[in-house]
């Protein structure tokens, strides 16, 4: 088998592992949604155990929980008799990843964890195991088969395992009404953090930088502005102030090439009318949106009153990187 042919194998398997477990989803894992849930509200948190591949797993499965506004830790199963079970308070919910459910290292956990009124949703193959025994809840990861050619080495129950941790938190985010504006206050570094916290009053070009001249104005006039401001284009306004059009360095040449005397005429004959703009509170990624839609160089900002407050020039999208 060639290297292509064992890849498309190994997704093969996978793909077929994830179906067989989502097949398999009962109340349990809607009883362990509103469990998670109704502890969280209670400011109780996700205590998260597992050894080797498991615990690897876990702590992708933490990530993602905290991530979404579900505050999760992981324990390390050795640790926590040595102290680290200082961590668990009564009330907390602990998930406890073992593909066998015989795992030593957490099956040796089980007394003490017994000690706290803590509630343990068991990610397990075996309901019949040590660990599914000891459980309020078990959440079934069996797969068919490893994608591994011994089945030997763990991947497609891995593979299971993380989905079923991603489901669980996706669950639990709808379940407490987590939004975007949440999001946001979790991610304010990074990429998300600027596609979901900037506003497109933060990235435009406004005040002097802003190129505005009234209808009447010549092209010549027109000019000057824009290269005062260092701008491709300008936004036409109306005898109120109002944007009733844009001219663009492509409209002067369009216009050169059929006139030469383009310089005296007024921007009421040359610019485009209804041009595309957006307000200041919009998202800086819907700005965005409309750059790939319209394939246009600059965006005006408008207020209220349809007024010309600012422009949003492409060229500094990838300096603000939200792209």
Avoid: W
């Avoid at 477990?21 to 509200?41: C, E, G, N, P, W």
């Avoid at 080797?52 to 640790?79: E, F, N, P, Q």
């Avoid at 669980?168 to 987590?178: E, K």
Wanted: net charge positive.
């Amino acid at each position: 088998m060639n290297h292509l042919a064992r890849a498309r194998e190994v997704f093969r398997i996978e793909i077929a592992a994830l179906q067989s477990v989502a097949q398999r989803l009962d109340d349990s894992f809607t009883q362990a949604v509103d469990l998670i849930v109704t502890r969280l509200r209670a400011r109780n948190k996700l205590v998260i155990l597992g050894i080797g591949k498991s615990g690897s797993i876990g702590r992708k499965i933490a990530a993602t929980l905290t991530s979404t506004g579900s505050t999760a830790v992981v324990l390390d199963s050795v640790d926590a008799l040595h102290g680290d079970l200082g961590i668990l308070v009564d009330g907390d919910v602990v998930l406890a990843l073992s593909y066998s459910g015989e795992t030593d290292e957490l099956i040796q956990l089980l007394p003490a964890l017994k000690r706290f009124s803590v509630h343990i949703i068991a990610f397990t193959s075996k309901a019949d195991s040590i660990l599914g025994r000891h459980s309020d809840l078990i959440l079934n990861v069996r797969v068919g088969k490893e994608a591994c050619p011994f089945n030997l080495a763990p991947t497609a129950s891995t593979t299971a395992m993380l989905a079923m941790g991603d489901a669980l938190a996706m669950a639990v985010l709808q379940a407490r009404g987590f939004n975007k504006a949440d999001f946001a206050k979790h991610h304010p570094s990074g990429s998300i953090g600027r596609a979901l916290l900037l506003k497109v009053g933060d990235i435009m070009r406004g005040g002097e930088r802003n190129p505005v001249a009234s209808q009447t104005s010549s092209v010549q006039d027109a000019l000057l502005v824009m290269t005062q401001c260092r701008s491709g284009s300008l936004s036409v306004t109306d005898s109120m102030g109002r944007l009733v059009g844009v001219f663009t360095d492509g409209d002067l040449r369009r216009h050169m090439a059929q006139n030469t005397d383009v310089l005296r005429k007024r921007l009421s004959e040359v610019m485009t009318k209804n041009p595309i703009c957006i307000t200041a509170e919009a998202l800086a990624v819907e700005a965005l949106k409309i750059f790939d839609a319209r394939q246009i160089d600059d965006l005006i900002v408008v207020n209220k009153k349809n007024q010309p407050i600012g422009i949003i020039d492409s060229q500094d999208l990838p300096k603000l990187k939200i792209l």
